[in-house]
């Protein structure tokens, strides 16, 4: 019926015809409006020969010139319509103009301005109503209102009306919004748009009596207490969460359905905006050099993107890795905004190749982010975790104080606390020599610790991710295992601010908020993707990987902590290590490289860190 109804590629002049009927109708309209429905006056009806040819021609004329019946009825906008009411307007405002013409060379007026005034009027509003009911008319035989989907807009706000709009747009009429919750008790039992605003105390209400689909938010800055909320209950009742992007993501400053896109299970751990000393950071980096080490991986790249908003004379990007840094390059051309930058391919343990670039650029402020950070990994190759993460630091660190850099920012890990794996114990020994190194030079060495961050490359995250495309199984290592997480761009912010309030010696560490089971985070990534647990998916548990912890730590036991003017970050006080005795064991420890005994290795790498105790590794015996 609908097919039949609304054809599809009807000819435009169809539409053109039936616009310019409507205008002939609107002229008698006008006519018997003016006159009550009473008997048209002979004087007026003997000018209908010129009227209405004349009216219904310039109608024509601004409709052919204007293309207006060239849309597409049925997809009608409001652009459609603003385009309608202008051509309107202006055919409008063309006939006044010769009216009065008329009237000032021969006294006369051809159309009396009260029809000209009662035809624009009707004219506009059954064009437009016609169009608006049409459209109305074919998604709802298209999409009957038993078939749509439910959905509710978190936000009664404009983005909550642009929402709603998008959805009748763009969504082609599938959806229905049910409701709008609003945090705002001033809308509470209003109306928008026809639809009741709802406040969150009733969304579980709604939840449990609609099958409601999804409940998009629309509210750009909703703190992330308030969002974990409303996820966390939308997951009970399997309703999918999305998310209105920001407004300076909008294409063409207007919102489409396909970019509402969905909540990820970092939206979900992710923490109110962090307060950064801007000014601070901006007289660190503003008109400095500097150097970025391992700029192509997770940490590296962010730290990037974000100091190049500070206006450094010149950003460095170091990592060996040719192909992300290659992406990253790309990235930066199209980057506005980004002055001078350079490329550069190396490895940091290679010494010749890092005093050529210190020698060339002469960076002023390092920040050190290349590593190895895989636990299972460098726990099967405990050479290579020594000569990047301890060698390479001390290549970086060494020319640092040769070539006088100011400031040096050294980025560890939470697995140097208490290390149980090489890894962990290979950061640990590159913290102690730069806090070593600090004592007796100019340069101010920094020391940034903090745990796991979501999505990084090789994290939980893309991982679970990746398998649940797959079709399971997720793999979790055990049940009672659990890690503190951070977002990138946060973990990266911290880096900046504890960089620039620094005096050297410190080891900051952050506040990584609650621990987190990861069963449960896979359990949630399971419902967000809108799976069913044991149904659609299962979950593993494949037992602890070498060198891995149950549980992470921040500090070492012996630690204590001050309080910094963030709230967020802490500085870790340890005990002092002496330069000469620190360089020697490591002068020790890469000197075993060559002979590739792993076993030689960890064991001097745990003379040097007494705290390094094993665990789930083949190094354990070393520890009895």
């Not at 149980?420 to 020994?429: D, L």
Request: charged share 25%; glycine share 6%.
């Amino acid at each position: 019926m609908a097919d039949l109804l609304f054809k599809n590629n009807r000819p435009r002049w169809i539409i053109l015809c039936i616009d310019l009927l409507i205008c002939f109708f609107s002229i008698v309209l006008a006519y018997l409006l003016r006159f009550n429905f009473a008997r048209i006056p002979k004087v007026e009806s003997d000018s209908f020969a010129l009227v209405f040819p004349y009216v219904l021609g310039t109608r024509f004329f601004s409709f052919y010139l204007s293309k207006t019946y060239m849309g597409i009825v049925r997809y009608t906008g409001s652009k459609d319509a603003a385009r309608l009411f202008a051509v309107l307007t202006i055919g409008t405002v063309f006939l006044c103009c010769t009216n009065l013409c008329t009237w000032m060379s021969q006294k006369l007026f051809i159309i009396p301005f009260s029809i000209i005034v009662i035809e624009y009027m009707s004219s506009t509003f059954i064009l437009l109503s016609s169009r608006f009911v049409f459209k109305a008319l074919y998604f709802e035989m298209k999409n009957p209102s038993r078939a749509k989907t439910n959905v509710i807009i978190f936000g009664a706000g404009e983005a909550g009306i642009i929402t709603k709009r998008t959805l009748d747009r763009d969504a082609g009429m599938k959806y229905k919004v049910l409701a709008f919750i609003d945090d705002d008790t001033r809308k509470i039992s209003h109306k928008l748009e026809g639809i009741t605003i709802h406040p969150f105390s009733a969304l579980a209400d709604l939840l449990k009596e609609h099958e409601v689909a999804q409940i998009i938010i629309s509210v750009q800055q909703l703190p992330a207490a308030r969002k974990q909320a409303i996820i966390e209950l939308c997951l009970n009742y399997n309703t999918r969460v999305l998310h209105v992007p920001p407004v300076s993501s909008w294409i063409n400053g207007e919102l489409s359905f396909n970019q509402i896109r969905r909540i990820r299970i970092e939206d979900l751990l992710e923490r109110d905006p962090i307060k950064l000393d801007e000014d601070n950071i901006r007289l660190q980096l503003n008109q400095k050099t500097v150097l970025v080490t391992g700029a192509a991986g997770s940490i590296g790249s962010e730290l990037v993107r974000q100091i190049a908003r500070y206006n450094p004379t010149r950003l460095i990007l170091l990592d060996q890795a040719e192909s992300p840094l290659y992406e990253m390059e790309m990235e930066l051309q199209d980057k506005p905004g980004v002055r001078k930058y350079e490329i550069v391919i190396g490895d940091v343990r290679n010494k010749e190749r890092m005093d050529n670039l210190f020698r060339t650029f002469r960076p002023q402020v390092v920040f050190h982010a290349a590593a190895y950070k895989h636990v299972p990994m460098m726990e099967n190759n405990p050479s290579e975790s020594v000569f990047t993460n301890v060698l390479g630091t001390k290549v970086i660190a060494d020319l640092s104080v040769a070539y006088q850099v100011e400031k040096f920012v050294m980025v560890s890990t939470d697995k140097a606390v208490n290390p149980t794996n090489v890894m962990g114990a290979s950061k640990r020994i590159a913290e102690i020599y730069i806090q070593a190194l600090g004592k007796k030079s100019g340069t101010r060495f920094i020391t940034t610790r903090f745990g796991n961050v979501l999505g990084s490359n090789g994290s939980v995250i893309p991982r679970f991710r990746q398998q649940i495309e797959h079709g399971g199984p997720i793999t979790v290592t055990h049940p009672d295992i659990t890690r503190y997480f951070m977002t990138i761009p946060e973990a990266c912010q911290l880096v900046l601010e504890a960089g620039a309030m620094g005096k050297g010696g410190e080891i900051f560490i952050f506040d990584m908020g609650d621990s987190v089971k990861i069963v449960d985070l896979a359990r949630k990534m399971i419902k967000l993707s809108g799976l069913t647990l044991d149904k659609d998916i299962k979950i593993i548990f494949t037992g602890l990987r070498p060198g891995e912890k149950l549980y992470e730590e921040l500090l070492n036991d012996r630690e204590k902590t001050l309080p910094t003017h963030h709230p967020q970050i802490l500085i870790a006080k340890v005990k002092e290590t002496d330069l000469e005795a620190i360089s020697n064991a490591i002068y020790k420890l890469i000197g075993l490289f060559d002979k590739q005994d792993n076993n030689e290795i960890v064991s001097c790498m745990k003379q040097i860190v007494p705290e390094y105790i094993s665990n789930n590794s083949v190094f354990e015996k070393l520890d009895r």
